[in-house]
Structure formats: structure tokens, C-alpha cells
């Protein structure tokens, strides 16, 4: 093989390679979404099909973030995305669906979506689902899936999920009464900053 033939083959890799880094570095810049505007957000979506800026652009309209404080149309653009499977954008709908923002309250259809998130793992959701459970709302109360779907959110490092399970513990309701479990999720709640369980925390020291 003789030399420029050589030189050909190194150059041409290296124009491949630096045509790989820079596309590398375009897309991890905009796929980090969280510092974009509405208008960039749509932008990207006029390109492909994003269910994270979809969440996204959700998230501007629900904080008044860039764009006047819309929780209708922040509805609107977390159900496109919840609909795309994207987990967070599931549990920011059945939020608003829980509490009324932005749609009419509707407990059942907060436990459809907030069931969706929470079987991917989104700890939030699962401690909300805990709660419907407890409350019987949007569905038949049970206090043993209740006590499940809280140690999913609390074994995950949810603070309210590690108090309810402290507190299902403490009282006995869906577990056996053990209060060594008690404090033991009670102190996983105070480590997360939970204020309620640093106060019984430090009680609980203070009393032996």
C-alpha cells in the first residue's frame, strides 16, 4: 500500500470520526431539555417526535415558566406525552387529575395514570398510588396495597412513602406492629430532609 493511499484511509477516518463527535455533541445538547425555551422545545418537536419536550413544554405551561401560567394547555401537552409512555409526563397527568388542576377531579382516571408510572418505577407516583389506595379514592381502599406501593416509593428513597411506611408500622395497618421498622423508615425519611419525620425522630431520642 503505498503512502498517500495510506494518508487517505487516516484522513478519512479522521473526517468520519469528527463528524461522529460533533453529531455526539448536537444531540446530547439538545436532549438536555430542562434549560430550553417553550419555542425551542417546539422546535425540536417540528423536527422528530419527543415525548420529553412534550413533558417539557407541560412543565413551562404548569410553572408560568417562559410562557403566561396555563394549566389547561400544561394538561394538554403532558397527556400527548403520558400517551407517548414517557413516565414522568404519566404522573404529572394523573396529578392533575388528583387535584383538579388544569381538568376537572377525577380520582379515577389520577389512579389509571398514576398506575402506569408507578409500575415503571417513578417513585412519586407509587407513593401517590399508595395514598389512593389508603383513602379509597379512584379505587377500593386497601390498606395492604397501600403498605406496598409506600415500600416501593420508600425502598426507592421517597421520603413520604418512608414515613407512611413508618407510621403503617408504628400502628400495625397492612404490616405487623414492629417498632423497630417504625424508626428504622422513620430515620430513611428524616435522611431524605422530611421535617415531620426529623421531629419524631428527635422525639423518639428524647424519650429513650
Same mark, same amino acid.
Given at each position: ?132 389506595? *389508603?383513602? !379509597? &379514592? @379512584? $379505587? %377500593?381502599? =386497601? ?9 416501593? +416509593? /420508600?425502598? #426507592? ?12 408500622? *408504628?400502628? !400495625? &395497618? @397492612? $404490616? %405487623?406492629? =414492629? ?9 430513611? +425519611? /428524616?435522611? #431524605? ?14 424519650? !429513650?
Amino acid at each position: 500500500m503505498s503512502l498517500n493511499t495510506k494518508m487517505e484511509k487516516i484522513l478519512k477516518k479522521k473526517s468520519t470520526l469528527e463528524k461522529k463527535l460533533v453529531t455526539e455533541g448536537l444531540t446530547k445538547k439538545e436532549n438536555d431539555l430542562g434549560d430550553k425555551s417553550v419555542e425551542e422545545l417546539k422546535t425540536i418537536l417540528r423536527k422528530r417526535d419527543d415525548a420529553e419536550a412534550q413533558c417539557e413544554i407541560g412543565k413551562r405551561y404548569a410553572e408560568g415558566n417562559g410562557v403566561d401560567k396555563n394549566l389547561e394547555e400544561a394538561v394538554k401537552w403532558f397527556r400527548k406525552a403520558a400517551d407517548r409512555g414517557n413516565i414522568v409526563a404519566q404522573r404529572l397527568l394523573a396529578d392533575a387529575y388528583y387535584y383538579g388542576n388544569g381538568v376537572a377531579q377525577n380520582f379515577e382516571e389520577a389512579v389509571k395514570w398514576f398506575r402506569k408510572s408507578a409500575d415503571k418505577g417513578d417513585a412519586e407516583a407509587q407513593k401517590y398510588l399508595g395514598w389512593c389506595y *389508603q383513602n !379509597g &379514592q @379512584g $379505587v %377500593a381502599q =386497601d390498606i395492604n396495597q397501600a403498605v406496598a406501593w409506600y415500600r416501593k +416509593a /420508600a425502598e #426507592q428513597g421517597n421520603a413520604d412513602g418512608a414515613m407512611e411506611l413508618a407510621v403503617a408500622y *408504628q400502628l !400495625g &395497618q @397492612g $404490616v %405487623a406492629q =414492629d417498632d423497630a421498622e417504625a424508626v428504622k423508615w422513620i430515620r430513611k +425519611a /428524616a435522611e #431524605q430532609g422530611k421535617a415531620g419525620a426529623q421531629w419524631v425522630l428527635g422525639l423518639a431520642y428524647l424519650e !429513650g
